[in-house]
C-alpha cells in the first residue's frame, strides 16, 4: 500500500486504510505526518513528512518493498501482528477497562452523573 499522506488540513489522522492492509498482509509504505507515526511506523516502511521534501526517499522504499520479496514477507508478518492490536474485541475490552478503572491509574475519577 502506498500512502505519502501529506495533510494540509484536518484529516481523519487514525488510518483505516493502512490498518486494512496490515491485517491483509500487505506492506504498507507511509509518510508519517499526524499520528501515523505512533501508529503505523511500527508496522510499516515509513518516511518523515513532509511528503513533498520526501518524496524520493518515499518511492525508493516503495521501489525496495516491491523488489525484495524476503523483506517482503517478513514486513508483511510484522504488519498482521500489528493490525491484531486492533481487534474490535480488545478494544472494547481495553476501552471498558479505561472507563471503569481510570481512577486507579492515577488519572482523576470521571464525574459521572454529575457526581
Same mark, same amino acid.
Given at each position: 500500500?502506498?500512502?505519502?499522506?501529506?495533510?494540509?488540513?484536518?484529516?481523519?489522522?487514525?488510518?483505516?486504510?493502512?490498518?486494512?492492509?496490515?491485517?491483509?498482509?500487505?506492506?504498507?509504505?507511509?509518510?508519517? !505526518?499526524?499520528?501515523? @507515526?505512533? %501508529?503505523?511506523?511500527?508496522?510499516?516502511?515509513?518516511?518523515?513528512?513532509?511528503? &513533498? $521534501?520526501? +518524496? !524520493?526517499?518515499?518511492? @525508493?522504499? %516503495?521501489?525496495?518493498?516491491?523488489?525484495?520479496?524476503?523483506?517482503?514477507?517478513? &514486513? $508483511?508478518? +510484522? !504488519?498482521?501482528?500489528?493490525?491484531?492490536?486492533?481487534?474490535?474485541?480488545?478494544?472494547?475490552?481495553?476501552?471498558?477497562?479505561?472507563?471503569?478503572?481510570?481512577?486507579?491509574?492515577?488519572?482523576?475519577?470521571?464525574?459521572?452523573?454529575?457526581?
Amino acid at each position: 500500500l502506498a500512502y505519502p499522506l501529506d495533510p494540509v488540513c484536518y484529516t481523519e489522522t487514525f488510518g483505516v486504510t493502512v490498518l486494512e492492509a496490515c491485517a491483509s498482509g500487505t506492506v504498507p509504505v507511509i509518510c508519517s !505526518a499526524d499520528a501515523f @507515526d505512533e %501508529l503505523w511506523s511500527p508496522a510499516s516502511v515509513s518516511v518523515s513528512p513532509p511528503y &513533498a $521534501a520526501h +518524496k !524520493a526517499e518515499f518511492v @525508493d522504499s %516503495l521501489v525496495h518493498v516491491l523488489n525484495d520479496r524476503d523483506f517482503r514477507q517478513v &514486513a $508483511a508478518a +510484522k !504488519a498482521m501482528k500489528h493490525a491484531s492490536n486492533f481487534y474490535w474485541e480488545d478494544l472494547g475490552s481495553r476501552l471498558d477497562q479505561c472507563l471503569r478503572y481510570r481512577g486507579e491509574s492515577g488519572l482523576p475519577l470521571v464525574p459521572w452523573g454529575g457526581k
